[in-house]
């Protein structure tokens, strides 16, 4: 592994000073030797230079870590991400930050545009770690949060041939069928070019993204930055659009978020367990089985093990081999390494089992975050990794 990374200060709903931002980033440079590090965009301007100077003295470029396609609490309504049914999609618990926006709306690309005008006006990173840059995930209901049927999505896509009232219709038409529900799983999930229906819809969705993901990436590079993104675990991009192939020409690395035991957005367990519930509305006593051929993900044989246990690490390993049949060059593994109860469970041996799935990966970003990530797990991985 060439690459370490470390995504740093997501939010700043605690009090730090610069001097205790300072301090922990040297620490943790004295254990590993980082290449980047990710910083988060709630943080006040004084740790940005803090944390800035800290990467300069160990050699380390500082990427902005920036959701891109998620609102704030002052975003207008009308720029989220539409149902088929006409509805606004809110985000987890209604949370701004997981709430989404149309990246086909011109207002949200101006709006994106003129953040990251100010973010490069800063002068202190040297590229952007885009996350978020995605649809909704339907995993919790497919019926209701599949996106965008937006007035712009509608334009965009009969410009491109594809009528989203017929898409409508037909989502209707699977759901209104004895096992509909696991048939519409079943489409989101497996490649069949006789489909034209689901196939057309999911290609307008990633082709939307990367449309987006494009027109970002060309703006940091005329301003000198790197682009680097933050993705869904292969086996789910389907859902979310994220075509891997496509987007890894508009990176320098992508790290992909396969968290074999988080219960948050984009944790395995969590969509999985999403799909699962919603399927299990048509009383299948096998849906476990039946949901593991579909995603080819290890799912355990029960919802209780899947919703307690969650996943083993080899499905981290699993995952980077699809990254790989996809296409993805440089290819970073995200390691979910704090212990949030109720949300990511990890131990010493977990941590390590993770690890060693990982070492088919160009490199590793710790995540969530570097301030509350132990030492001994930052010793623990130069031990294992030799550095």
């Not at 944790?267 to 051929?293: H, I, Q, Y």
């Not at 990890?346 to 088919?360: G, Y």
């Amino acid at each position: 592994m060439t690459l370490l990374a470390a995504q740093y200060l997501e939010r700043s709903g605690f009090e730090i000073t610069p001097q205790a931002a300072r301090d922990r980033l040297r620490r943790a440079f004295e254990i590993l030797p980082f290449n980047t590090i990710l910083l988060g965009w709630e943080v006040l301007p004084s740790i940005e230079e803090a944390v800035a100077s800290e990467c300069a003295r160990f050699g380390a470029k500082l990427y902005r870590w920036h959701p891109l396609l998620t609102s704030s609490s002052h975003t207008p309504i009308q720029m989220r991400t539409i149902n088929r049914y006409g509805q606004p999609i809110s985000g987890f618990h209604d949370m701004p930050e997981f709430t989404f926006l149309c990246p086909n709306r011109p207002e949200v690309q101006e709006i994106c545009i003129e953040e990251i005008d100010r973010i490069i006006q800063h002068g202190l990173f040297q590229g952007l770690f885009l996350d978020r840059i995605r649809f909704p995930s339907p995993s919790t209901s497919p019926s209701e949060h599949l996106a965008c049927f937006c007035d712009h999505c509608r334009l965009v896509a009969r410009a491109e041939g594809l009528d989203l009232e017929e898409t409508s219709s037909y989502i209707s038409e699977i759901l209104s069928k004895p096992n509909g529900r696991m048939e519409l799983i079943r489409q989101l999930f497996e490649h069949n070019e006789n489909n034209r229906h689901i196939e057309a819809f999911l290609a307008f969705r990633s082709a939307s993204i990367t449309r987006m993901v494009k027109f970002i990436s060309t703006h940091l590079a005329t301003g000198g930055l790197d682009t680097a993104l933050d993705c869904f675990s292969p086996s789910l991009t389907r859902l979310v659009g994220q075509d891997l192939r496509e987007l890894n020409d508009l990176s320098i690395w992508i790290k992909i978020m396969t968290y074999p035991r988080t219960y948050g957005p984009a944790g395995l367990p969590f969509e999985l367990l999403g799909l699962l519930d919603w399927m299990d509305v048509e009383g299948k006593s096998d849906s476990c089985k039946a949901l593991r051929e579909i995603c080819r993900v290890k799912i355990p044989d029960t919802r209780a093990e899947l919703s307690q246990v969650g996943l083993q690490s080899k499905a981290i390993s699993q995952e980077i081999a699809l990254a790989r049949q996809t296409g993805v060059k440089r290819l970073l593994a995200g390691l979910a390494l704090v212990d949030l109860l109720g949300v990511n469970d990890i131990n010493l041996e977990q941590a390590r089992s993770d690890i060693q799935a990982s070492l088919e990966a160009d490199g590793l970003v710790l995540s969530w975050d570097l301030w509350f990530i132990p030492d001994m797990l930052l010793e623990m991985i130069s031990r294992e990794q030799n550095y």
